[in-house]
Structures are given as structure tokens and as C-alpha cells.
Nanobody
Framework: QVQLVESGGGLVQAGGSLRLSCAASARTFSRNFMGWFRQAPGKDREFVAAIRWSYGTTYYADSVKGRFTISRDNAKNMVYLQMNSLKPEDTAVYYC????????????????WGQGTQVTVSS
């Protein structure tokens, strides 16, 4: 069974930075993409960023492009989300997920999920 564990969330002032980490418990499982999603209270889960595991190609939501950076460390079996210039509207629970298919954008295409980490940005 694959487990994804996020860490690095917290409280930060607007304009600040946080780095989220996601550790995968299994080294070999079906994953074409690793992604980050977020969900704010009363809102749907939304795509934030994804990385194609084998090639390192990255994809971003327009709302975070230029501020967030997704990366991976194949040797450590980790994926990261560096978040800079944070805004109050970035406040949400952030989830790490793994996807063995070809659709990186929609949450229901992902097979494995972490438990989430809270990010709160104060104004």
C-alpha cells in the first residue's frame, strides 16, 4: 500500500514563503504524475501544480504560476512545493497525490492521496 505524507504547512504572513514536502512510502508504484491540490473551506478541491515523474515536466494553475515551484527528488522519493509571495487566498489544506494515468489536472484522476497539510496566510 502506497502512503503519501505531507509536511511543511503552517501560518505565514502575506508575502512570505513556505515549502511543502511529500514523502512516498513505496519506491515502485504506478505514478506518471505527482501533483499538489488544495481545498479551502466551502470550495472544491483545485489543481495547484503537477510534475511528470520520469521527465520532470511541470504544470501549474494560472493562480500560482510564477509564485509556486514544484520539484522532485527521485533518489529520496520526494516531491516538493515551494510557495513564494503567498496571498491570503492561498489559504487551504494542501494535498499531495499520485497519478498513474495521463490526466494531471483533475483530482479524480489521482489514485493515491496524502492526509493534507494546512497552509494559512494572514493579511
Amino acid at each position: 500500500q502506497v502512503q503519501l505524507v505531507e509536511s511543511g504547512g503552517g501560518l505565514v504572513q502575506a508575502g512570505g514563503s513556505l515549502r511543502l514536502s511529500c514523502a512516498a512510502s513505496a519506491r515502485t508504484f504506478s505514478r506518471n504524475f505527482m501533483g499538489w491540490f488544495r481545498q479551502a473551506p466551502g470550495k472544491d478541491r483545485e489543481f495547484v501544480a503537477a510534475i511528470r515523474w520520469s521527465y520532470g515536466t511541470t504544470y501549474y494553475a494560472d493562480s500560482v504560476k510564477g509564485r509556486f515551484t514544484i520539484s522532485r527528488d527521485n533518489a529520496k522519493n520526494m516531491v516538493y512545493l515551494q510557495m513564494n509571495s503567498l496571498k491570503p487566498e492561498d489559504t487551504a489544506v494542501y494535498y499531495c497525490a499520485a497519478n498513474g494515468g495521463s490526466n494531471y489536472y483533475t483530482w479524480w484522476a489521482y489514485n493515491y492521496w496524502g492526509q493534507g497539510t494546512q497552509v494559512t496566510v494572514s493579511s
